[in-house]
Structure formats: structure tokens, C-alpha cells
């Protein structure tokens, strides 16, 4: 008679292992869950949301659902949900997308006609709408450090926002996107 349940029993005690090297590598791994959902539903009254982006204080960014209508939220590690939007059309279509060591996000608005705004929100809730190198080309506001802004133009055209608003195409005849990126040369665009 064969034992089917020696291969379980293995599989499950190397799970053990792995797990428990983890643990013993990372100095002990440490999570906890919050659901940012239930937050937004009882500040806003949200439907749905979605969390794009959080910086290593625990600030988190994203969007949500509620009448209609995308906004745009942002979370700070210690205090209570916000929501913004860049009021350019009905319904509003806010897409926040990454947040930075200060607090700022970077996201991008729908403008009527379908046309999109790439956004920065500054640390003092101030939104600035960054104008792509024309004015019927969209813009999408991807990623965020210390207030410069990297996303796209149009047809996926990489960009870069400084912090006054200024836009850069990185590679002018090239399709590309940036992303934020700390991790050296080269690294988040692609």
C-alpha cells in the first residue's frame, strides 16, 4: 500500500523552511493590513478604489469610485483620508499614481474632449496641472521625486516635469513611459 501523502507532507515541511529563512533573514518579517477601502467608504461614501503608489512613510495614493465619478485620494500614514480631483470634465476621471517622501502625487486628469492632464499635487494639497510640449497633446503623470514629475506625452513620449512645470521629452523620437525611480542610472523608463 502506498502512502500519497508522503509528497504533501513534504512539500508543505520545505514551505516551512523557506518561510522560516525568510523570517530569520529579514530580522523578523513584520505586516500589517489596513483597509484603506472601508476608510474611503466611510470618509466619502467610495464604491471601489484602487491604491497605486506608497513612499517609505506609509503615505498612500490612489483612486476611487463614487457617483459617477473617479476622484483621486490620498492618505497620509498618520491622519485621515483627502480627496482631490482636477475639475476639468463631467464625469471627473482623476488617476493618481505615485507619492513621494513629501507627500506630493503625481497622477493625470481627463479634460473634456478626452483629452489628459498629467497633475502634481504639492505637500500643501495644492494641485498644478503639467502642460504637455503642445497644447492638444496628452499628458500622464507616472511616477514622482522630490516634486519632479516623469510620465508620458501623447503617443508615449517620456517626459519629465520639473518642479515649476517645465516638461522635457526625454527621447523625442523614441516610444517610451518614465517611472519614478531611486535605483540608479537607467532604471525607469522603458
Not at 67 to 79: R, S, T, Y
Not at 135 to 155: A, D, E, H, R, W
Request: charged share 15%; aromatic share 12%; hydrophobic share 40%.
Amino acid at each position: 500500500m502506498k502512502h500519497v501523502t508522503s509528497i504533501p507532507v513534504a512539500v508543505f515541511a520545505s514551505l516551512i523552511a523557506l518561510s522560516a529563512t525568510a523570517y530569520s533573514q529579514n530580522g523578523g518579517l513584520r505586516f500589517s493590513l489596513k483597509d484603506l477601502g472601508a476608510d474611503l467608504k466611510g470618509a466619502f461614501g467610495g464604491q471601489s478604489s484602487t491604491a497605486n503608489g506608497i513612499n517609505n512613510r506609509g503615505d498612500v495614493t490612489g483612486n476611487f469610485w463614487i457617483k459617477g465619478d473617479q476622484e483621486c485620494f490620498f492618505i497620509p500614514a498618520n491622519g485621515n483620508p483627502v480627496s482631490f480631483y482636477l475639475k476639468l470634465t463631467t464625469p471627473v476621471l482623476c488617476d493618481a499614481r505615485a507619492v513621494d517622501v513629501t507627500g506630493q502625487v503625481a497622477g493625470s486628469g481627463t479634460y473634456n474632449g478626452g483629452l489628459s492632464r498629467a497633475f502634481r499635487r504639492d505637500s500643501k494639497g495644492i494641485l498644478h496641472t503639467l502642460n504637455p510640449a503642445s497644447p492638444f497633446t496628452q499628458s500622464f503623470g507616472l511616477g514622482i521625486n522630490k516634486g519632479i514629475v516623469v510620465g508620458y506625452m501623447n503617443f508615449y513620449f517620456s517626459a519629465k516635469w520639473d518642479v515649476e512645470g517645465s516638461v522635457t521629452n526625454l527621447f523625442p523620437s523614441v516610444f517610451s513611459e518614465a517611472f519614478a525611480s531611486t535605483r540608479g542610472p537607467g532604471r525607469g523608463i522603458r
